[in-house]
Each structure stands twice: as C-alpha cells, then as structure tokens.
C-alpha cells in the first residue's frame, strides 16, 4: 500500500489527441477528488466523487473533458481532443469518509500531461 | 478562482532559521489545512486547523488561525534543508468536504 497511485506518470501528446489518465485511491476512502495545477500555481478543483457518484463539477471541466469512479473505486479522466493548454500536472486525492470532520486529503503523485 | 493567497511567494534563509508563511482567504470556513509540495511531487499534508481553533502544533510546526481577519499563518521552526518546498494553504469554503480551494503558494528555499 498504500498511497494514492496515479498512472501514467508522465504524458505527451499531440494536440487534438485523446489522453486517460487512472487513479487509484486508498483502498478505503470513498472520497475521490481530482484537481488540476500549472506551473507556479496552486491546485484547482476539478471533480469529486463520493463513492461512484460524481456530485461536484468545476466550471473548469469542459465538455471535452469526462470523469468516472465505476464501482467507486479507481476512477478515470478523460481529456478529448487535448489543447496545449491542457498541459498541466493532473493530481488525483483520496480521503476517508469523516472527511468534513477535518480529515486530510491524501495525494497522488500526479500525471504530468504535455500537450505538443 | 483561488480562495487563499499565500505570502510571500517566495521565501529564502538559512538552515536553523524560521520560517513564517501567511494565508489569507475570502470566505468564512470549516477548517483551513496547510499542504507542502516537494518539486514535481505530490501533496502532502501538514496540519489541519478548525475553524474554532486559534492555534495549533505539530513537531516543528505551529499555525495560528484568525478567523476575524481571514488569516492563517505557518511557522516552521528551526528550517532544515529538506523543508525546501512550496508550501500552500488550503479551505473548504463551503464546508461541504467535496472540495479544497488552494492558494498559490509560497516556495521556500531553506540554505544549507
């Protein structure tokens, strides 16, 4: 175990080409989060999942990009027709269920995406 | 948009000195976290503080929350060369738990 996995680690592509990237959360958390961060900034929410629904969308995913959690384990998102300002790191987290008590959120290592 | 705005941006001094980092964010809150970020890395969890709390440690840690200002700060004491890092503070301004808002950081160089 045992921590948050994030695949593929690194991702170049050329734009208008499609990229999935998977996580893998802690195996008991049912909280699911992806964020998306640029150089020099923090990260930006994305999405979240509880369990396998999706109940938190950013305005910053676009219609090209789609996030799943099928059986509300690992999820997976989908970035359609890349733009190179798609290229960022995407960070996936994980947190357990008392989370709103003040829990942390645990993080991947990220998917360092290149759009060419 | 970033709810937190972390200062200064960027911090440099010398190992055995402290470090102070400050946060400030828009809205009222549930609990505000701080998260360390080694380059190219994950994030990793520090401390949380809630929103009734004024002040809290860990190891070498120390963050104080004032919530009439809408302030956080990050003290780390005694800097060591691995504390190199950007650090960042995080909210949940809706307090729901399905989402942090992050700042932009503070990138704190520690000098051996």
């Known amino acids: 175990d045992t921590g948050v996995s994030q695949n593929p680690r690194h991702k170049i592509t050329k734009r208008g080409q499609n990229v999935t990237f998977r996580c893998d959360p802690i195996?008991?958390?049912?909280?699911l989060y992806w964020y998306r961060q640029t150089l020099g900034q923090g990260p930006e929410f994305l999405t979240y999942f509880q369990n396998e629904a999706q109940l938190e969308k950013s305005r910053l995913l676009s219609d090209r990009f789609s996030a799943e959690r099928p059986k509300g384990s690992f999820s997976t998102l989908e970035i359609q027709r890349t733009e190179q300002g798609d290229s960022a790191m995407y960070l996936c987290?994980?947190?357990?269920?008392?989370w709103g008590g003040g829990t942390e959120a645990f993080f991947g290592q990220g998917t360092r995406l290149t759009v060419v | 948009s970033q709810q937190g705005e972390e200062d200064p941006q960027a911090l440099s001094i010398q190992e055995g000195e402290n470090a102070t980092m400050n946060c400030s964010y828009k809205?009222?809150?549930?609990?505000l976290q701080w998260y360390r970020q080694n380059s190219g890395r994950g994030l990793v969890h520090l401390i949380l503080i809630r929103s009734n709390e004024r002040e809290k440690h860990s190891g070498r840690l120390r963050v104080t929350l004032d919530t009439s200002k809408k302030s956080s700060s990050l003290l780390i004491t005694a800097s060591r060369a691995a504390d190199t890092a950007s650090y960042f503070c995080?909210?949940?301004?809706?307090?729901?738990?399905?989402?942090?808002?992050f700042g932009s950081g503070t990138q704190l160089t520690v000098l051996p």
């Open positions: 809205t009222s809150i549930n609990n």
């Open positions: 995080a909210t949940d301004p809706a307090g729901t738990a399905r989402q942090l808002t």
């Open positions: 987290a994980s947190s357990p269920r008392n």
């Open positions: 195996s008991e958390h049912n909280r």
